[in-house]
């Protein structure tokens, strides 16, 4: 044993030299800047963790979908070995997110509703595929204000006891019966971190944390008195092999502000909630849903599990607001071209915006790149590994709390979209990493007042 830890140290040395300079390797995000200031940070997410963490991201943004011919797709997102992971890929079979359908899948997560900041240093290292048709990009969304209700959030928890439950299955269900909803709604179904809830103690405020990525997201018809089902099959399959407890969130992600009303484990046997395996039913054990508006209270012994999501804030590029694009990158410059720009006013007839596109000297961003924005009243300032690419000084610039979008979209401008199927189909999938995010408040230190002579 001793002899084989010895040569596997030694081993692990030799190697070590070419795996740790690996172009692929993750860092955790720094404690500062690479700039002098005041910092105080304010959000990080290393993606260390077992899923998206939902207290910090969501998928999608203030309005359901991307720009560009591709659409997020919950398989096409991923939190693995420290980096959050976005594919491009084209299915076999179009799909719908919010109200777009498409046959190509792409990856979007934002802060919407989750972090919003005004000034300060934003910064995440990333790298992607370089490919024509692809817009990777790390922007900003203004958020000027909320609207009459942005707490009013019902989310409902549900639990379920596999112990029953010997093998895999091959199909499980999520099946609930709608006691009220209007025409169309949709529903998003996502897997909890961890089962130590229960529905006689539950509040927004203890809620447990989910996976931003959901399992499932469902767009129906269905009627009240119908059932409304969600294949969760693979991660019901990670339960049973593993505690044999199963919790789900279930709520509307994308801001659609209908009143949805499932019967809960406190209505008639016939109308509960239950999981199907291979078409043997379990009820579920626990449920309850929390609010946003009263996070203090308990509904867990409610007869029904009411959901809805309020639209929340108004995002607008008017008055104080500005879409800020930290970075973005069309695959038809190639590895080391970038564009920072900055547009506000709407998109319409009064659209203003300006920018700047940059060659990025020893800057190759299909390998690890840091990017960054500097923030402050009257100024941004745009950072690439470190080095000021681009800076706009004006009254104009952006003075409301804003969201932070990480999207891989396709398309843009530039031809970069043209003959998007043939450009891009026989080089798909390709893959867009993002190894950290991180923010803090703060000024940067003022440079030395310049003497009277040179003023
Ligand atoms: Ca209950
Ligand atoms: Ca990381």
Same mark, same amino acid.
């Not at 300079?21 to 002098?36: C, F, L, R, S, Y």
């Not at 379920?160 to 091959?170: R, V």
């Not at 029904?304 to 607008?316: A, K, N, Q, T």
């Given at each position: 044993m001793k002899t084989r830890v010895t040569w596997s140290l030694l081993l692990g040395v030799w190697l070590g030299v070419a795996a740790f300079a690996a172009e692929d390797g993750t860092v955790k995000a720094p404690e500062n800047p690479p700039i002098e200031g005041t910092w105080a940070p304010t959000f990080e997410d290393n993606f260390d963790g077992e899923g998206l963490d939902a207290t910090k991201w969501k998928v999608g943004q203030h309005w359901a979908g991307i720009n560009g011919g591709a659409q997020p797709h919950a398989a096409n997102m991923a939190v693995e070995k420290g980096m959050l992971v976005f594919t491009w890929d084209k299915k076999k079979e179009p799909f719908t997110f919010g109200d777009k359908t498409t046959s190509y899948g792409t990856g979007e997560v934002t802060t919407y509703k989750r972090f919003h900041q005004a000034f300060g240093y934003i910064e995440t290292r990333m790298k992607y595929d370089v490919q024509r048709g692809l817009w990777p990009a790390v922007w900003t969304m203004p958020v000027l204000r909320a609207t009459d @209700?942005?707490? &009013?959030m019902k989310w409902a928890y549900l639990k379920f006891d596999l112990?029953?439950?010997e093998k895999p299955a091959a199909k499980a269900l999520l099946k609930l019966k709608v006691k009220a909803a209007p025409a169309s709604f949709w529903f998003d179904v996502h897997r909890c971190f961890d089962d130590a809830w229960t529905q006689a103690a539950i509040t927004w405020k203890t809620k447990p944390n989910f996976d931003a990525i959901y399992l499932a997201q469902v767009k129906t018809k269905a009627a009240p008195g119908s059932w409304v089902e969600a294949d969760v099959t693979s991660f019901v399959n990670t339960q049973i092999a593993g505690d044999k407890k199963a919790s789900f969130m279930v709520a &509307?992600?994308?801001? /659609?502000?209908k009143a949805v009303s499932f019967f809960s484990s406190e209505a008639d046997e016939a109308d509960r909630p239950r999981l199907v395996l291979d078409g043997a039913e379990v009820l579920a054990s626990e449920d309850a849903v929390v609010s946003g508006a009263k996070p203090d209270e308990n509904f867990g012994a409610e007869k029904e599990l009411p959901i809805f999501d309020s639209y929340g804030y108004i995002v /607008?590029?008017?008055? @104080?607001g500005m879409e800020i694009d930290i970075l973005e990158v069309l695959g038809?410059?190639?590895?080391a071209k970038v564009s920072h720009a900055l547009h506000w006013n709407g998109y319409e007839k009064q659209h203003k915006s300006t920018g700047q596109q940059v060659t990025v000297e020893g800057a190759d961003l299909n390998k690890w790149t840091t990017v960054s924005l500097y923030w402050e009243e009257g100024k941004v300032e745009f950072y690439i590994n470190g080095k000021m690419t681009w800076s706009y000084a004006n009254e104009r610039v952006c003075s409301a709390p804003s969201y932070l979008l990480l999207s891989g979209q396709t398309g843009g401008w530039d031809k970069n979209g043209d003959n998007f199927a043939a450009n891009l189909d026989p080089n798909l999938p390709k893959k867009m990493y993002f190894d950290y995010v991180k923010m803090w408040s703060g000024k940067k230190k003022e440079s030395a007042p310049l003497p009277e002579k040179e003023k």
């Amino acid at each position: 044993m001793k002899t084989r830890v010895t040569w596997s140290l030694l081993l692990g040395v030799w190697l070590g030299v070419a795996a740790f300079a690996a172009e692929d390797g993750t860092v955790k995000a720094p404690e500062n800047p690479p700039i002098e200031g005041t910092w105080a940070p304010t959000f990080e997410d290393n993606f260390d963790g077992e899923g998206l963490d939902a207290t910090k991201w969501k998928v999608g943004q203030h309005w359901a979908g991307i720009n560009g011919g591709a659409q997020p797709h919950a398989a096409n997102m991923a939190v693995e070995k420290g980096m959050l992971v976005f594919t491009w890929d084209k299915k076999k079979e179009p799909f719908t997110f919010g109200d777009k359908t498409t046959s190509y899948g792409t990856g979007e997560v934002t802060t919407y509703k989750r972090f919003h900041q005004a000034f300060g240093y934003i910064e995440t290292r990333m790298k992607y595929d370089v490919q024509r048709g692809l817009w990777p990009a790390v922007w900003t969304m203004p958020v000027l204000r909320a609207t009459d @209700k942005p707490n &009013d959030m019902k989310w409902a928890y549900l639990k379920f006891d596999l112990a029953k439950a010997e093998k895999p299955a091959a199909k499980a269900l999520l099946k609930l019966k709608v006691k009220a909803a209007p025409a169309s709604f949709w529903f998003d179904v996502h897997r909890c971190f961890d089962d130590a809830w229960t529905q006689a103690a539950i509040t927004w405020k203890t809620k447990p944390n989910f996976d931003a990525i959901y399992l499932a997201q469902v767009k129906t018809k269905a009627a009240p008195g119908s059932w409304v089902e969600a294949d969760v099959t693979s991660f019901v399959n990670t339960q049973i092999a593993g505690d044999k407890k199963a919790s789900f969130m279930v709520a &509307d992600m994308l801001q /659609s502000c209908k009143a949805v009303s499932f019967f809960s484990s406190e209505a008639d046997e016939a109308d509960r909630p239950r999981l199907v395996l291979d078409g043997a039913e379990v009820l579920a054990s626990e449920d309850a849903v929390v609010s946003g508006a009263k996070p203090d209270e308990n509904f867990g012994a409610e007869k029904e599990l009411p959901i809805f999501d309020s639209y929340g804030y108004i995002v /607008s590029t008017f008055e @104080k607001g500005m879409e800020i694009d930290i970075l973005e990158v069309l695959g038809i410059w190639g590895p080391a071209k970038v564009s920072h720009a900055l547009h506000w006013n709407g998109y319409e007839k009064q659209h203003k915006s300006t920018g700047q596109q940059v060659t990025v000297e020893g800057a190759d961003l299909n390998k690890w790149t840091t990017v960054s924005l500097y923030w402050e009243e009257g100024k941004v300032e745009f950072y690439i590994n470190g080095k000021m690419t681009w800076s706009y000084a004006n009254e104009r610039v952006c003075s409301a709390p804003s969201y932070l979008l990480l999207s891989g979209q396709t398309g843009g401008w530039d031809k970069n979209g043209d003959n998007f199927a043939a450009n891009l189909d026989p080089n798909l999938p390709k893959k867009m990493y993002f190894d950290y995010v991180k923010m803090w408040s703060g000024k940067k230190k003022e440079s030395a007042p310049l003497p009277e002579k040179e003023k």
